[in-house]
């Protein structure tokens, strides 16, 4: 069965640094999304891409963060200057129109 | 606008006894339900979903939900508990307005007693 997946598995970074999380999303879904999940908080929604563009963006989705599909198969979330509280589980997930479907997370830590 | 209420932060059940887990939602529009289970250091796995068709819905590993409308409940269920069902479960609710986006509940840790 196809699954998205997600690299790395876990990321160490210091504070102030940039990171790039990868996904591959299932390959003929059109839908892309990053959620993420502080550390025993609920999993919150950051944004959803379509057509090669953001189609919507939470709060929490500031100028820091970026996404990008470089090459119509991965799907990437840039951090570009990390603080504390980025520390988290970054999931990727990709749909068809019925369901999303979750990559296993990215456990990003920021020190 | 879409929420979720999971009414009970932790629930504990001894192994072989049913498991009750309750879900409240909140949408303007005719909603897609799930369940999706997280195991520790795990990703986030589907149970099951509902999206307009029966209004019972079975899932994987012996688990259902009913969607009741007059309710806005989608409680989670399961006869018989497993050690293995130990777990996070998060009720989620996504609507075709919202661009389909999900918006979770704060989860329910299970603890199966032996």
């Known amino acids: 069965e196809p699954e998205v997946t997600q690299t790395p598995s876990h990321q160490v970074t210091q504070m102030g640094q940039e990171v790039i999380l990868r996904c591959v999303p299932i390959?003929?879904?059109?839908?892309f999304y990053w959620y993420r999940q502080i550390l025993g908080q609920k999993v919150e929604f950051l944004v959803s891409?379509?057509?090669?563009?953001?189609?919507?963006k939470s709060e929490i989705f500031d100028d820091q963060f970026s996404v990008e599909r470089p090459d119509g198969s991965n799907f990437t979330l840039k951090i570009r200057s990390t603080k504390l509280e980025d520390s988290a589980m970054y999931f990727c997930a990709s749909s068809d129109p019925g369901q999303e479907y979750f990559g296993p997370g990215t456990r990003l830590l920021v020190l | 606008a879409q929420s979720v209420t999971q009414l009970d932060s932790h629930v504990s059940v001894s192994e072989g006894t049913p498991v009750l887990l309750r879900c409240n939602y909140s949408s303007s529009y005719s909603p897609s339900l799930f369940w999706y289970v997280q195991h520790p250091n795990k990703g986030l796995q589907l149970l099951l979903k509902?999206?307009?068709?029966?209004?019972l819905v079975k899932g994987i590993n012996g688990f259902e939900a009913e969607f009741k409308k007059s309710e806005t409940s989608f409680h989670l269920t399961k006869p018989s508990a497993h050690m293995s069902d130990a777990a996070e479960y998060f009720c989620?609710?996504?609507?075709?307005?919202?661009?389909?986006?999900?918006?979770f509940g704060g989860g329910t840790r299970v603890l199966v007693k032996p």
């Open positions: 989620v609710v996504s609507e075709r307005a919202a661009g389909n986006k999900l918006t």
């Open positions: 509902y999206t307009s068709a029966a209004t």
């Open positions: 891409f379509y057509n090669n563009e953001i189609s919507e």
């Open positions: 390959s003929n879904h059109l839908y």
